[in-house]
């Protein structure tokens, strides 16, 4: 791929090289898959990045030479090796002059691999680093944003097809079988995490995959699962009841979709992570429920179905304008069952942008 | 779930216990999720496992309050962690009696939760590890062949299913949904990996995945999936021609097809992975595409599907009987396309056992 008049790959290897200059470091060494795909839109497997003031190398192996001359020839220089990637980062690092203090993602690379470069690396300064390239990605531009909102409507339109087949008898599998037909069969590159479909009891399972159970009258049937597209990822659940509702699961229900309709409503740039968290948790407790809200309210979603930022009580870190993340409050009950509602919203500048319109009132399905 | 006589997992801690003792270790603490699995029985996604002489404590998080009880509470302490996993280590390890040098999984942790754990826990003599657990799950017991064999059973009845619905005009992501489906409706618990349907030129991509190319007649198509069973995976890879195969093409196959044939006949316990992956290298290279057979011959499957032994050129190690690996040759040309050919085998201790039974010959779509 020739390089082209703002190819965003370049603002984005311009925008690393600053914060490696304000972090005092001459270069940095990249393992993340999806920090490599986002700087220079390599999408395989196994790869070592290195980029400095003057240089963007990509280091991958034979498996991946043509595929990694398509993605990334027009930013990186590629080095295909046949054995070990890092030996041949031994071959790379001192072509590359006046490198000598080195990052490392401590949040991607493995302690077995960090001794290996500490050790093999003795005439490099070596400082872990953190968020160095996943700060730029919580930003999203325009493009990203485009391909978000593509994984959303192939997700929803999944969804869509799927759910006039969910009914009694059927096997949380068949309904997983049918849902991810559809969602590739509408042009989903991969399915970013293992589709849940939690009926009855098992809906108490915050991440209970699908399993043989067969659904039944006046289960509770959670439904959460996503799509990719131009690498990028959607996240979204839904709550069904199979027949008809009773009093208790309308009431849990209304009480989660309250409190996903504000929280979506109020995110904006510049809140803590925990302030948002707090919005439908506070509801949710508010509303005697607050027990049973156990995990955080949301995640970004990007190249990865979970990246920063995260929307949980512990998090101080304010939300950046662009940024997408999944607002997915829920309560879970043992011996009963479970509710989720999960949308995809961007952070605009102007306030938030909820980018799934799956409907969100319950759907009883008879 | 209760204990129960004959319990595989509890043999696993034994033998884990006993390896603990020769490394002179009081205790490993256990981040890997498929080590988890494998000793515990417990498949969430969050969790740290510690394993003394006297103790098996999983700490997970709320999410799994449920799940972790089911499934591991027969010989697992549970301990439910609202915020941090990391937090509630320090309150469990200081409980473990004569507990001073703990192993840690170095090739299973971050960078930086290796120095989280060094920093906060100074108190204990911290050891990195490697393979304590990997080497007891390379010897599949019969349990774990059963649920290998499901895996394939499962893979290759939805590939039979599949392979009537190639034709012309469909798009790779279209075979990926319907086989998928199968793979789904047939009870796999998961996709163990991105499919990879690869088509035409795009075949020479040892791991393209399936794309909206649209298959035309004389393309070679590779088909590489797999299924899960019981948390078990099975991974195969047929290559089929659309149409009629033009010499080239019913060459190059045949080659890899022998290559696959030879190794599945040799692979031995004992034998170094070296000389396995030798076996299919030396007679591709003798019939004069050694170039073009660039990665390695296969890889154990298990609880998951790249796990140990190797076997590649690089490997000292020697297979171990009880081990189940890939035996997987190809051939890729730039431009032209690829050929692989992937079976499952068993290496039992009166010699290989091909687990995969879908056709090798070559198969023309017509």
Not at 336 to 360: K, Q, S
């Amino acid at each position: 791929m020739q390089s082209v008049a703002g190819d965003p790959r370049e603002g984005r290897i311009a925008r690393l090289r600053a914060g490696l200059l304000s972090a005092g470091l001459d270069a940095l060494l990249i393992s993340s898959r999806a920090n490599t795909r986002y700087l220079t839109g390599f999408s395989g497997s196994s790869s070592l990045l290195v980029v400095s003031q003057a240089a963007t190398v990509l280091i991958t192996d034979f498996r991946y030479r043509a595929q990694g001359r398509v993605e990334a020839g027009g930013v990186a220089d590629l080095e295909i090796e046949g054995t070990s990637l890092w030996s041949r980062l031994w071959t790379v690092l001192p072509r590359l002059a006046g490198v000598s203090s080195v990052g490392f993602e401590s949040q991607h690379m493995l302690h077995v691999d960090a001794q290996r470069v500490v050790e093999s690396g003795a005439r490099w300064q070596w400082r872990p680093t953190a968020n160095l390239v996943e700060s730029l990605r919580q930003q999203k531009d325009a493009g990203e944003l485009e391909c978000i909102k593509a994984a959303v409507a192939i997700a929803e339109l999944a969804l869509e097809r799927t759910v006039p087949e969910i009914a009694a008898g059927r096997t949380e599998l068949e309904v997983a079988a049918r849902l991810e037909m559809w969602l590739r069969e509408l042009g989903s590159e991969a399915h970013p995490f293992e589709t849940i479909i939690a009926s009855g009891e098992r809906s108490a399972l915050p991440h209970a995959h699908a399993s043989r159970r067969e659904l039944q009258d006046g289960d509770l049937i959670i439904v959460d699962f996503g799509a990719v597209s131009g690498g990028y990822c959607s996240d979204i659940t839904r709550t069904f009841v199979l027949g008809r509702a009773n009093a208790a699961q309308r009431e849990a229900y209304d009480i989660v979709r309250e409190a996903n309709a504000t929280a979506s409503a109020a995110v904006w740039a510049g809140m803590r992570g925990r302030d948002a968290d707090a919005i439908a948790r506070d509801y949710i407790e508010r509303h005697g429920l607050g027990a049973e809200f156990g995990h955080s309210l949301g995640h970004g979603i990007g190249l990865e179905v979970h990246e920063a930022p995260r929307l949980a009580k512990t998090i101080d870190a304010p939300l950046m304008v662009g940024a997408v993340v999944t607002i997915e409050p829920g309560v879970y009950r043992d011996g009963w069952g479970g509710i989720r509602i999960e949308d995809d919203v961007w952070i605009g500048p102007d306030g938030p942008v909820v980018l799934t319109a799956f409907p969100r009132q319950l759907m009883e399905l008879v």
